[in-house]
């Protein structure tokens, strides 16, 4: 291993500490009684401009949840990064649709740059680095429907396993920060499908 690849590696793991995908499993659930799960439809107000119901999730990386998918492992989530920060190399075992609200945005592995109105279709099966451009104007916000878990890999390059997330992982990470923050928790339990 070269001394770049060794200095990617090192801040895929750092940044993965600041994170909460899991690396040891055992059977989780939502925590809710069958009678307390609804199948109706509903909505998600987020708010952009309360800084409170950003989840931390990276280094200068946040998300609002919109939905848990239990059923499937997705979840739907609005993303913020500040430019120059980035989300680590993970593979997707499901699709995802992206479309990019504000800001500068890319993929290592892509040629291509997000920009407001930028939409972006992932098969399951890739793996990719989010990068957050040096030259965005202004935090990146962006709207992703993941339809399931997605594998975090300790390299860029013929990685191998370092961290596991989805619908289920993320509603434990929000839930503690929503506890942690002094938010109502069990407003979360309506986004739980
Ligand atoms: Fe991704």
């Known amino acids: ?38 199948r109706e439809h509903f909505i998600t107000n987020t708010n952009l401009n309360d800084d409170d119901l950003w989840v931390p999730y990276a280094s200068g990386v946040w998300f609002q949840p919109c ?14 990064g500040l430019p120059g920060s980035m989300v680590g190399t993970h593979y997707h075992v499901a699709g995802v649709h992206g479309y990019t609200m504000r800001g500068r945005w890319r993929y290592l592995e892509h040629d ?53 997330e989805d619908g289920l992982t993320l509603l434990e990470l929000t839930r503690k920060h929503y506890r942690d923050a002094g938010l109502d928790a069990l407003k979360l339990d309506l986004l739980v499908r």
């Open 1 to 38: 291993m070269g001394d770049s690849e060794r200095e990617v590696d090192v801040s895929i793991l750092a940044q993965l500490k600041k994170s909460m995908p899991i690396t040891a499993f055992s059977s989780f659930s939502d925590g809710l009684q069958p009678n307390q799960r609804s």
């Open 67 to 80: 939905c848990f998918n239990v059923t499937s492992g997705g979840f739907t989530l609005v993303l913020k």
């Open 112 to 164: 291509w740059i997000a920009e407001p109105g930028t939409y972006i279709y992932e098969p399951a099966g890739e793996a990719h680095t989010l990068v957050i451009t040096e030259d965005s104007p202004e935090p990146m916000i962006a709207f992703f429907v993941v339809e399931g878990g997605l594998i975090y890999l300790d390299k860029p390059t013929n990685g191998t396993f370092a961290a596991y």
